[in-house]
């Protein structure tokens, strides 16, 4: 049925094509609220469905992409997608959470009354375009035009209360990400120029190490990990921070999943699909990514612990999240790479709920320091306990989705042996951090005593954005128990087995 | 000898532009209104014409026309290959943008010159025209004249602080002329030629001496300060920013790339490959162009006049163009080698900068609004006009998949290719610069708010929108929509092959000899 409505080569191009439709229809809708946000949800559970009837074809075709090219750019480099299996779980994820981001935003942004929101809802579009255009595009030089328009379309988002601090923290964004760009472009202009190709190969491009020398393909590294600046590695963090100010459902769905997640997802196709494990091994470059992985790591929950604003806290957490997901890629055995791309979905669905709590306090009660909000647990129930399943996840703690993945890190350490199985005590430390910065949220929502004291009577955000916070709550429990929702396992076993060759 | 009627072409595009200038001036007289519709016709009648030139060099092969009859190196040869016939479609599309624009914002900022204004803009795109047909040397350096002089006046046109403008962009200008001539009185002195055709025939044995030597110095220097080149950029900022709008968006997008044009045949038509790899002129120009580049965008942050800011940021995309230019012996792809890189971004830089003049000379006509900072709320006032301004500036900075991406690289790939890995990170970091200096302004426009205006929650806020002409706004949505389009298109390398063309005829690119 499904193939006769859209034949199967053209479906990565639709995918990318909803919300490039929708936005205009959002525009052309500007003055009526509720016909255009109805579009932003036709366009979102379009484009979930389908990315997710893709699933099905590259499970069921061992590995072998749905390739689909518009035009060759330079020879042997088109313009053009191939959906792989990794891909698909990084698509899932954005599509099915810009789904329930929708109608949070629906909630969010009526209830605080914000300005310009047609304006919001087509960025949002245009984000989430360029998100899913990166997991999709077949090669470097399609996945870095779609994330540089993943870059400037989010820009309006941050700087969306037009504030001081809000332009400051635009300009910040753009000043990173668009130097980050200009580092990924020099990045695959040589990978080009050495190899003539750009395209992902499953075990990595074989004419790299025979046509660049070894100083060159560490330079060539360096470069691309500066491109992916994205991925809010120290010391190149501090955009996400200051990004903050954005409105919530932005902080939730860009800087929990669209946007740093574009940069992880770069970073884990660059050394599983351009370098290759193999060569990654020969030249040591697995131990300075994991170095360079768990500093971050730490770094981070450090400087969490000192946060006070609600937000910024979770944005440390991102980046220490983020990290940890290099790091498993870093660790060069499958179950490390395994555990880093079952991290990428995971990770998003925790942190999403976490976000959308954080904004749904603010709804009710303007509230945006933890130091705040002694008590609320009472006032808001259903959301903080939303808020503790996020962040028994992020502790790694059963039973949730993160204890899955952390599982498949230490697991992973072990099998990559040597200096690698050192790290486990980093993760425990890590972890003991995490546990000091969000248990004392659960204990003041929860236990703490409310100077006010305005009664307890129960007082929730709108439906619109307590049902996506309690959808991704449960979702984040579901994956601990059947980690193969969404199909999440097999397609990242099928991604794996077909490294070949990954070796411990 | 019968010529079809397409190999007329290359003569009436001059001649029907002449008579039309002086056509202008006479029906002036009985009716100012009569002047744009002679000007719009003539310039669409010459674009058709170039258009099936460019056709008939693609498909039939190069163009002579001998004036009057006379036969070569005696009489004036006009030759029209795959180079000229790309620049002349350039020219005449943008002249008929910018004409189109300038019905109304003539009518409002000159209104007592509207007839002088139409003939010397008539003459200026004569002159345009001729540097880019014509086959001889010095008629070539008459042609340049006739431009330089109508550009002259036409910056003065605004009287007052433009006169000065227009006055040391004259002295410069005549210094640049000056030389021009020089090299063509030493070229003469020593082959008793002006046709190129018959000078690049004479001149290879003569290669080792050192008028001819002196003589392409002359002309690198002469025309060097007609484009602007950086360090000889220093009439452009102003006669730039005090010209009508319509004309800072000729003299960037068009005036100073016919002079590169000009360079470009005079270094591979009257000289050629062979000669420039004996001298290493193109090596150092490279470095002034990366000088210019980067300097260039530097002086641009430090503006806060939006049509100043466009006129540095027009210093440095020069540099962009003459790097490109400098690279291209030295590149062999049959992509992005030999003459590709720097003729795809002279249409670049064409469609991006007439845009955004176009769009300043839009905020200057509504409300005489110069400075960045005066621009808050115009996002919300003149929504279209500042999106046309938004999608030229990311092009400018370069983000695909608009033709500033696609320049910056195919420029890169270039740099790669000839080893001069120094010029990739100038290229990166100046596309940062244009990031700083373009994003300003697009902030202001869109998201500061004014000192008295309140955070309004409702969805309509309390400005009104107040648009520019619609005769004004079709042309700047059609460059804003082109810089995005053309990217595309250029991705896609259907019109490569026209440029391909370019290399065949001078031996760049994939068919230099090793």
Redesign the interface.
């Known amino acids: 049925m499904m193939e006769q409505l859209i034949p199967i080569p053209y479906r990565p191009l639709l995918a990318i094509l909803c919300p490039a439709i929708g936005s205009i229809f959002i525009v052309l809708f500007?003055?009526r609220?509720n016909i255009r946000e109805s579009w932003t949800m036709l366009a979102s559970i379009a484009q979930f469905l389908i990315v997710f009837s893709m699933v099905p074809i590259v499970i069921g075709g061992n590995g072998e992409p749905i390739k689909y090219t518009l035009?060759?750019?330079?020879?042997s480099v088109d313009?053009g997608f191939s959906v792989d299996a990794f891909g698909l779980i990084f698509a899932i994820t954005s599509s099915f959470l810009w789904i329930l981001v929708s109608s949070y935003s629906i909630g969010y942004m009526r209830s605080l009354?914000?300005?310009a929101?047609?304006r919001y809802y087509f960025c949002f579009c245009w984000a989430i375009f360029g998100a899913v255009g990166v997991a999709l595009s077949g090669n470097l030089f399609t996945m870095?035009?779609f994330y540089?328009?993943l870059t400037?379309s989010t820009y309006?988002l941050v700087?969306h209360d037009?504030t001081p601090e809000?332009?400051f923290a635009?300009?910040k964004y753009?000043?990173y990400l668009?130097?980050a760009g200009?580092?990924f472009?020099?990045a695959v202009?040589?990978t080009?120029?050495f190899t003539g190709t750009t395209d992902f190969v499953t075990g990595g491009i074989p004419n790299l190490a025979s046509e660049a020398s070894r100083t060159a393909l560490m330079a060539l590294f360096a470069l691309f990990l500066l491109g992916f600046m994205k991925a809010a590695w120290m010391p190149f963090h501090s955009w996400l921070p200051t990004a903050m100010v954005a409105p919530t459902p932005v902080s939730a769905l860009l800087h929990a999943v669209a946007v740093v997640k574009a940069g992880v997802f770069g970073i884990v196709r660059v050394v599983c699909y351009i370098y290759g494990v193999d060569l990654m091994h020969g030249l040591g470059l697995g131990l300075v990514l994991a170095c360079l992985a768990t500093f971050t790591i730490i770094v981070a929950n450090l400087f969490a612990l000192a946060q006070d604003n609600l937000k910024r806290r979770l944005a440390y957490s991102t980046i220490n999240q983020l990290s940890l997901i290099i790091f498993g890629v870093a660790l060069l055995s499958p179950e490390g790479i395994e555990g880093a791309m079952m991290h990428i979905p995971f990770h998003g669905f925790m942190k999403i709920t976490l976000f959308m709590c954080a904004g749904a306090i603010i709804v009710v009660s303007g509230k945006k320091n933890i130091s705040e909000m002694a008590g609320i647990g009472k006032e808001m129930p259903v959301t903080m306990i939303a808020f503790t399943i996020g962040a028994l996840g992020m502790c790694a703690l059963p039973p949730t989705a993160g204890f899955i993945t952390h599982h498949l890190f230490v697991h992973g350490c072990e099998e990559a042996g040597g200096t690698m199985s050192f790290f486990p005590y980093v993760l425990l430390i890590a972890a003991i951090l995490d546990v000091m910065y969000f248990f004392p949220i659960i204990y003041t929502a929860f236990f703490a005593k409310s100077e006010g004291s305005s009664g307890s009577k129960i007082n929730e955000a709108p439906l619109f954005m307590l049902v996506p916070i309690a959808i991704t709550a449960t979702v984040s429990i579901i994956f601990f128990f059947y980690p193969d929702l969404f199909h999440i396992s097999e397609l990242v076993e099928t991604a794996v087995s077909s490294l070949g060759g990954v070796h411990p | 000898m019968i010529l079809s009627v397409v190999e007329q072409f290359p003569v009436l595009v001059i001649v029907v532009s002449l008579l039309s200038a002086f056509t202008i001036l006479i029906a002036g007289w009985l009716n100012k209104k009569s002047c744009w519709v002679i000007s719009f016709a003539t310039i669409l009648v010459q674009l058709v014409m170039a258009v099936f030139i460019l056709h008939h060099v693609l498909t039939v092969g190069t163009i002579h026309y001998w004036l009057g009859g006379w036969s070569p190196p005696w009489g004036i040869e006009y030759v029209v290959d795959a180079l000229n016939a790309y620049i002349l479609v350039i020219v005449l599309s943008l002249a008929l943008i910018c004409v189109t624009y300038s019905k109304r914002s003539i009518a409002h900022e000159l209104p007592q010159k509207i007839v002088s204004f139409y003939t010397l803009y008539q003459l200026l795109v004569t002159g345009l025209c001729g540097v880019t047909v014509t086959g001889d040397i010095f008629n070539m350096y008459v042609f340049i004249e006739i431009f330089s002089l109508s550009a002259y006046a036409l910056i003065a046109s605004r009287g007052k602080i433009a006169l000065k403008a227009s006055f040391t962009y004259l002295v410069l200008g005549s210094i640049g002329a000056c030389f021009f001539l020089l090299g063509i009185g030493f070229l003469y002195s020593v082959t008793g030629s002006l046709n190129m055709h018959d000078l690049s025939l004479i001149l290879p044995p003569l290669y080792e001496n050192k008028v001819v030597q002196a003589a392409f110095v002359f002309f690198v220097v002469g025309l060097s300060i007609k484009m602007a080149l950086f360090p000889l950029h220093t009439w452009l900022p102003d006669a730039h920013s005090f010209a009508p709008s319509e004309i800072s968006a000729m003299l960037s997008g068009i005036i100073i790339e016919v002079s590169t044009y000009a360079l470009i045949r005079v270094s591979f038509s009257v000289y050629t490959v062979a000669f420039i790899k004996l001298l290493p002129i193109f090596d150092f120009l490279c470095w002034v162009a990366a000088f210019g580049i980067i300097i260039g965008s530097v002086l641009a942050i430090a503006q806060y006049n939006l049509k100043r800011m466009l006129a540095y940021s027009s210093v440095s995309q020069m540099g962009y163009i003459m790097l490109a230019v400098g690279l291209s012996t030295s590149t062999h792809s049959?992509?992005w080698g030999g003459l590709t890189p720097a003729l795809m971004h002279i249409l670049n830089h064409a469609l991006m900068k007439g845009c955004l003049f176009l769009v300043a000379g839009a905020f200057i006509y509504k409300a005489e609004l110069w400075n960045i900072t005066d621009f808050q709320g115009l996002g919300r006032k003149m929504p279209y006009t500042c999106a046309a301004f938004m999608l030229a500036a990311?092009s400018m900075?370069g983000?695909?998949?608009s033709v500033g991406?696609v320049s910056?690289?195919y420029i890169?790939?270039a740099c790669?290719?000839s080893g001069k890995f120094i010029f990739?990170a100038v290229m990166?970091?100046s596309?940062?610069l244009n990031?700083v200096y373009f994003?300003r302004v697009i902030?202001t426009m869109?998201?500061?708010?004014g000192e008295g205006e309140e955070?309004?929650?409702?969805?309509?806020s309390s400005s009104k929108i107040d648009e520019i002409p619609l005769s004004m706004l079709i042309p700047v949505l059609t460059l804003a929509g082109l810089c995005i389009i053309m990217g595309v298109v250029w991705?896609?390398?259907i019109p490569l092959p026209i440029l391909d063309q370019v290399n065949a005829l001078f031996g760049l690119g994939r068919y230099a000899i090793p």
Do not use: D, N
């Open positions: 500007g003055k609220p035009f060759t750019a330079f020879p313009f009354h914000e300005h929101q047609t870095f035009v540089e328009i400037v309006p700087a037009q809000a332009l635009g300009r753009l000043a668009l130097t200009g580092f472009l020099a202009v040589i080009y120029y | 049959a992509l990311i900075i983000v695909p998949p991406f910056k690289v890169i790939l790669l290719e990739v990166l970091l596309s940062l990031l994003w902030e869109y998201m500061k708010r955070r309004s929650h409702s969805h309509s991705l896609t390398e």
